[in-house]
Structures are given as C-alpha cells and as structure tokens.
C-alpha cells in the first residue's frame, strides 16, 4: 500500500516526521539536521521490531516549504517529495493530513477522487465542513481521532472502568487550548464510553475549563492550562476505586492509530464508529461556541 503525507504550516507539529518513520523507518543523520531532535530521541527508545505496518510504504510528501519536504523525504526515506500534492492523485492508495490547517480543502480534493484520508485532529471548527464529511466517514473513506485514542493508557482505562464502579467525577487535564489539545481528551473520554453529554458550561478566567454533564450522572471537567509544561492526564473516580494516569507513550498512540486507518483502508469499511466521531467533533464545536459562565444544553 502507497501513502502520501501532507504537513506542516505549523513547525511546531512535527507529526508528519512521527508518522513517517513509524511507517518507514527513519535515518538517523540525516533526522538530525531537521528541528525535530525531540522526535528522534523517542524513536531511539523504540527496537527496530516496532516500526513498519505490513507491506505499507509512505511513498509520497509534501509540504508548504521544498526546503522541508525534502528534509522530510531524506529523514524518513520517502521516495517522492512533490511539488504540489494535487500530485499524488492516481499514485497513491491513500492519504495522511497531518498539519493544522487546509483540512477541508485538501482533503475534498482527494475523496472526491476516491482516495481514502486520515486527518489529524480535530477534524474541523464547522459544521458545514462535518457535513460534508459525513458521507466519507460512513463510507470507510475517513478517519479522523486524536492517536491517543488508541494510546495503551487509553486500553489500561478501559481495562479499569469495572473495578471503579458507578463513576462520579472525571477530571481531564491538558496542555494548552481547548480546540487542538481538548480533543485529545474528548477522543479518549468517548473511548472509555463515557462522553454521552447532555448539557455543557464553561469558565475561562485563569484557565480554560469546561464541565460536561453526562448521563447516569457524571461530571466531566476538562481543564485545559494554556502554557505549562506538558499535562495529559485523566483522574476517575468512582464508588469503588479511583484512577489517574498520565498519557506518555506518544509513539505506540501513533501505531496503533496508524494501523487502524491501514485497517479501515484494506477492509473499506469504518473501524471507529463514524457517529462517534460526529458526535465529538459536535461537541467540540458547541463547546468554542459557548460564552463563559453560560450553560448550553447539548443533543447528540
């Protein structure tokens, strides 16, 4: 299977060379003259048995910069930098989004020329976008989560709900701001089962919190910190148990999620539930709509 990869516009996303070598494999001198040493340094951490997916090659790339597209190509062994990604069309089986932007114009373009996409969250911030891509989720020829989702934290919580019991609080704590970093948590807060939101408030003085009301009565707060050092962390507490964790293992979230599109591409079919992933991107609109201190009551 051939994949193209588009990045970057913000060069603080370094996505595009994460994907890559867990796809590809990676060369090491040349990682190291990119900005992305943070990157490599985790890579290292991984044996060789952890990278590649099945017969699967990122053939193709592109980004806004040749200079970096280049770079990109020579440090994850990408045969192809393309100087407009229009280009991958017909040579490619399926494409990877991963920058912060041109979500929705990139990849009409492809799906409408029935090449499968991934796009890294979220999404999108409009509902007349989702609408349009409701059709290629339902389709098998979308996907779009955060890779926390399938992160193995995400799998011991999900191992854990039981032993918690009737769950009362869940507190989720993030870096940064709610659109791009708040997803993370909404993604892996839908893969516990547990994000059926019926009503929403927000308060943002010092930091950014959203409180969800969910059903069988939990309160969900998202906390999401603005500029700190990095936070990723999920606190349950139930009648029985408690569980908090910290969400560090970025590259194995990266796999798994890697392999889930892989998958959905081979079988041509959805593997995440596509109202799952409408639902949660609803929410996230609702929620960047809601003023601070009001109360927006939330239908699925």
Not at 68 to 94: F, H, P, R
Not at 158 to 175: F, P
């Amino acid at each position: 299977m051939k994949l193209g990869i588009i990045g970057l516009k913000n060069f603080d996303n370094g996505h595009p060379f994460s994907f890559s070598a867990i796809i590809n494999g990676y060369n090491e001198k040349e990682f190291k003259k990119t900005k992305y040493k943070g990157i490599l340094k985790y890579l290292k951490l991984k044996p060789k048995k952890y990278f590649g997916i099945n017969d699967v090659k990122i053939t193709h790339a592109w980004t806004q910069d040749e200079k970096i597209t280049k770079s990109l190509c020579a440090a994850c062994k990408i045969k192809y930098a393309v100087k407009n990604y229009e280009d991958m069309i017909g040579k490619i089986d399926a494409l990877i989004i991963a920058r912060d932007d041109m979500h929705f114009s990139i990849s009409k373009l492809f799906l409408k020329s029935g090449v499968p996409v991934f796009i890294d969250k979220p999404l999108t911030s409009k509902v007349s976008e989702l609408n349009f891509f409701k059709k290629y989720l339902r389709l098998g020829m979308l996907m779009s989560t955060s890779g926390l989702r399938f992160a193995n934290e995400t799998k011991y919580l999900k191992k854990k709900i039981k032993e918690i019991g009737k769950i009362k609080i869940v507190t989720a704590s993030v870096v940064n701001d709610f659109f791009k970093y708040g997803i993370h948590m909404l993604d892996i807060l839908d893969e516990l089962n547990i994000l059926k939101v019926n009503k929403i408030t927000r308060n943002k003085k010092n930091v950014d919190m959203i409180t969800f009301f969910c059903k069988a009565n939990i309160l969900i707060n998202l906390i999401c910190l603005g500029t700190v050092k990095k936070v990723f962390n999920i606190h349950i507490i139930g009648e029985k148990k408690s569980v908090k964790i910290d969400f560090e293992d970025n590259f194995i979230a990266f796999r798994n999620t890697l392999k889930t599109f892989v998958r959905m591409v081979e079988l041509k079919k959805p593997i995440i539930d596509p109202e799952r992933t409408l639902n949660v991107i609803n929410l996230l609109i609702t929620t960047m709509k809601l003023k601070n201190d009001k109360i927006q009551r939330f239908k699925r």
